[in-house]
Antibody, heavy 118, light 108 residues
Framework: EVQLVGSGGGLVQPGGSLRLSCAAS????????MNWVRQAPGKGLEWVSY????????YYADSVKGRFTISRDNGKNSLYLQMNSLRDEDTGVYHC???????????WGQGILVTVSS | EIVLTQSPGTLSLSPGERATLSCRAS???????LAWFQQKPGQAPRLLIY???SRATGIPDRFSGSGSGTDFTLTISRLEPEDFAVYYCQQYGSSPFTFGQGTRLEIK
């Protein structure tokens, strides 16, 4: 069974940092690209970042470029999102999602709550 | 950046009726890499359709996708009670991999 289990969320002040993690199991992690997608309270889905299976291709939404860094450790079956210079508008639930080649995300984690507030 | 505009914002229908949801792109979607997701409150999104018209694994055949280029449609042929949710389209052909703003399908 494919599982994506997130951790690392919480309450942080504006300007602060958090590192989200996503532990993958039930599939060969190193074969798949991965996404981070977020959802502000009561709002729609927003794609945040993408990393290819070998980390050779990395993309970011303009809203997080220069502040967030996506990475992965295939040996640990884990995906990460380092979030710096956090803003109020970064508040929301962050999902990691598996991305097969030439396909959209087919499995999603339940989400990690991030709250940016003073 | 490709902007996806979904319509209507809210659709009120009864079980057994047919639902038609629209997703219009600001420019042509590469290789028709257009997906549809369903999301229920407190749950992660669920992939319904990929490549504009292919059903994902385990998705009932009452869900169908169509369209190409800039105009795409999700059709639910006969609504079941569990189909009332929010639906999002997403293009995954070119970064940034944008989502539409969503269509809320509610029980009339």
């Amino acid at each position: 069974e494919v599982q994506l289990v997130g951790s690392g969320g919480g309450l942080v002040q504006p300007g602060g940092s958090l590192r989200l993690s996503c532990a993958a199991s039930g599939f060969t992690f190193s074969y798949y690209s991965m996404n981070w997608v977020r959802q502000a309270p009561g709002k729609g889905l927003e794609w945040v970042s993408y990393i290819s299976s070998s980390s050779s291709a990395i993309y970011y939404a303009d809203s997080v470029k220069g502040r967030f860094t996506i990475s992965r450790d295939n040996g640990k079956n884990s995906l990460y999102l380092q979030m710096n210079s956090l803003r109020d508008e970064d508040t929301g639930v962050y999902h990691c999602a598996r991305v097969p080649k030439f396909s959209p995300a087919d499995y999603w984690g339940q989400g990690i709550l991030v709250t940016v507030s003073s | 950046e490709i902007v996806l505009t979904q319509s209507p914002g809210t659709l009120s229908l009864s079980p057994g009726e047919r639902a038609t949801l629209s997703c219009r792109a600001s420019q042509s979607v590469s290789s028709n890499y257009l997906a549809w997701f369903q999301q229920k409150p407190g749950q992660a999104p669920r992939l319904l359709i990929y490549g504009a018209s292919s059903r994902a694994t385990g998705i009932p055949d009452r869900f169908s996708g169509s369209g190409s280029g800039t105009d795409f449609t999700l059709t639910i042929s006969r609504l079941e009670p569990e189909d009332f949710a929010v639906y999002y389209c997403q293009q995954y052909g070119s970064s940034p991999f944008t989502f539409g703003q969503g269509t809320r399908l509610e029980i009339k």
